[in-house]
């Protein structure tokens, strides 16, 4: 498994790395551009296949958390929280140890949840760009 400093890591390379893709983007040719949104509306998509299938091969207990995850960030936050505080206070050290591993296995999810809506982002940066710039285009040839 992962590690989360890990992933968090590479969220953060990811975020570092967008403002300048996108300058980037926004000078090429309007075909590249367009391979490109193809290509990572492609990686998206197989993203959210990966992500989707490690979360289908969780157990119910995990797979219920991460639906609830996707509902309300805050309030599974503070539900997580809670729950630690309780049962650490409760249990002993083997069972504390696999809480541990489940809730480390969710924060790993839902540093791929971001990880892949990060990557939609950019995605939606990227066709917002070219559509403007197509648009640009248009407008100047008709006043051309």
């Known amino acids: 498994m992962t590690k989360l400093s890990d992933k968090l890591a590479d969220l953060s390379v990811q975020v570092g790395d967008i403002e300048a893709r996108a300058e980037a983007f926004k000078a090429e040719q309007q075909e590249k551009r367009e391979q490109k949104v193809?290509?990572?509306?492609?990686?998206?998509?197989a993203?959210?296949?990966k992500l989707q299938a490690a979360v289908q091969s969780t157990s119910d207990e995990i797979a219920s958390a991460w639906a609830a995850f996707n509902q309300s960030m805050q309030d599974k936050t503070v539900s997580v929280r809670n729950e630690i505080e309780a049962r650490l206070a409760a249990i002993d050290a083997g069972r504390a140890e696999h809480h541990a591993d489940r809730l480390e296995f969710n924060a790993a999810l839902a540093i791929d949840f971001a990880l892949v809506a990060?990557?939609?982002a950019e995605l939606a940066v990227a066709e917002a760009i070219n559509a403007r710039l197509h648009s640009d285009a248009l407008s100047a040839a008709t006043n051309d």
Do not use: F, S
Request: glycine share 0%; no cysteine; net charge negative.
């Open 38 to 45: 193809a290509a990572m509306k492609a990686d998206v998509r």
């Open 47 to 49: 993203q959210q296949i």
């Open 118 to 120: 990060m990557e939609d």
